[in-house]
């Protein structure tokens, strides 16, 4: 009968036992079975001998001269060298509690003295067997350890790329809606000065001869009156066509009429001179500026959605404007901003009921040691929760339907404030109650 399992034909087993006669017999029967076998007279040789190799399991006689099984499976069980090599012990002591201190000690199991042979070597073959699942399962584990390190690692890495591959795309949708917005607002710009451009020419004409224009009329008036009061009765044809251009009507017209076709001129004039600084094509440069201007250039431009119509009513604007020092800035850049902002504020109370206020602030910061420019624009219009709140300077972020809305106004106002000119742009707001936007923009160049 064979009772080694294939891996443990080659184990090396240490046999301690003070009875030569039992040490020779264990071991002719463990070598019969192809073991290894080393043997040891006392506990210190036993101890030496594991010292200068390991066995692969120790059989371990208790009562022994000098020092006692137990002993020598304690001083094992304390080095950490040899605390798991399993010992079983060998021994006629057959009490309750002589097994009970053996366990206690670390032994591995109890063989009473005299034994069968079949029995010792099941024992053996048990706790060898046992010994290598053991070292298999520690061997597995230690693999997996590593191979969950790796996968920690490995995710580690993946989440890594997926933030990168993340801001990649963030900033490449940044530089789109840059590309976009500022492709847009050259050739609007561009658009702009040239049709200002055009119209400027025309209407200084128109309103550099109205004055003439307008004396030379009065002159002629004067002459038809003094005719009429040097020469009282005038001749019938002259009386006809008096009546038939209603002449003392068209006297009294013709200044009237005179006069609203230089307002109007005027107004033109006001308009492309608005344009024209609004689009401000020819600064692109740093250049100390009234932010005021750009503002009420930005309202003029806007003012035909600002103002009442038999459709729908107007949109007050209230001016609080402080006394504010020149800025340095990129000026149409910060026009583009009020533009966008002043649109959004008009979209937001466009969808409220009467009255729709849109209140715009400029104070100066009180930080002396970098004095900045504050401009408010409020709006008692349809507000915005939190949610929209958090995503309003995205881009292409819109909550306007398809078409009407690009959702870039306020991210691309948000890099010009925040990135070109090292200035700040937030929002207070609340939904049904309106909304604040805050810029700031420090007086002294980024
Ligand atoms: N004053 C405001 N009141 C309420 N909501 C606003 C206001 N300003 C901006 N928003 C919200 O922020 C979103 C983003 O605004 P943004 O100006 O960037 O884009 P948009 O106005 O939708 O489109 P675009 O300006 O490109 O035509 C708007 O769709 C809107 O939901
Ligand atoms: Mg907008």
Redo the contacts with the bound molecule.
Sequence with gaps: MNHQPQESLKANILIVDDTPDNLRLLSTMLQSQGYQVRKALSGKFALQGVEMAKPDLILLDINMPQMSGYEVCQHLKSNPQTCEIPVIFLSALDQVSDKVEAFAVGGVDYITKPFQSEEVLARINNQLTLQNLQKQLKNQNIILQQEIEERKLAEARERAKAHQLEITLEELKRTQAHLIQSEKMSSLGQMVAGVAHEINNPVNFILGNLDPATEYAHNLIRLIKLYQKTYPDCPQEISQLIEEIELNFLIEDWPKLMKSMKVGSERIHQIVVSLRSFSRLDESNLKPVDIHDGIDNTLLILHHRLKCTSERPGIETIKDYGKLPNIVCYASQLNQVFM?LL???I??VETQPFPRIITIRTSLSQNETSPSVIIRIA?N????SEE?CQH?FDPF????PVG????????ISYQIVVEKHGGKLTCV?QPGK??E?IVEIPVKPY
Excluded at 381 to 384: A, I, Y
Excluded at 397 to 400: E, I, L, R, S, V
Excluded at 404 to 411: A, H, N
């Design positions: 966008n649109s959004n504020a979209d937001a709006d219009g349809l507000g915005m929209v309003i972020f819109t909550t306007k009407s809305g690009t959702g870039l106004g306020l991210s707001s309106g909304t936007m």
